[in-house]
């Protein structure tokens, strides 16, 4: 290979343009593995909001029922198995 051939226009563009490809990739400040990492981070940070949203929408109505008193009877016996006096409570649980 000559001199000429290895310095040619065609070449050092090409190595220019591996050297700033390989430099975005690896070596930036914002290169592109850390932001694949933080889009990553992102999708778990909304679905995590989704879940915890959902949460609060059925404590929400949990909450407005409780201020019915025979709504608030059966949650505790369901929830809690509080049982009145000299009351049996069988659990049945399903398959």
Do not use: C
């Amino acid at each position: 290979m000559k001199v000429e051939q290895l310095f040619s226009n065609r070449n050092i563009i090409v190595v220019a343009t591996l050297a700033f490809a390989a430099w975005i990739l690896f070596f930036d400040r914002n290169n592109y593995l850390d932001s694949l990492a933080l889009d990553r981070k992102i999708k778990e940070m909304e679905a995590e909001k989704a879940f915890y949203l959902r949460k609060i929408a059925e404590d929400s109505v949990i909450i407005s029922g409780l201020k019915d008193s025979a709504f608030l009877e059966r949650f505790a016996r369901e929830q809690y198995h509080f049982s009145r006096p000299g009351e049996a409570v069988y659990l049945i649980e399903e398959k």
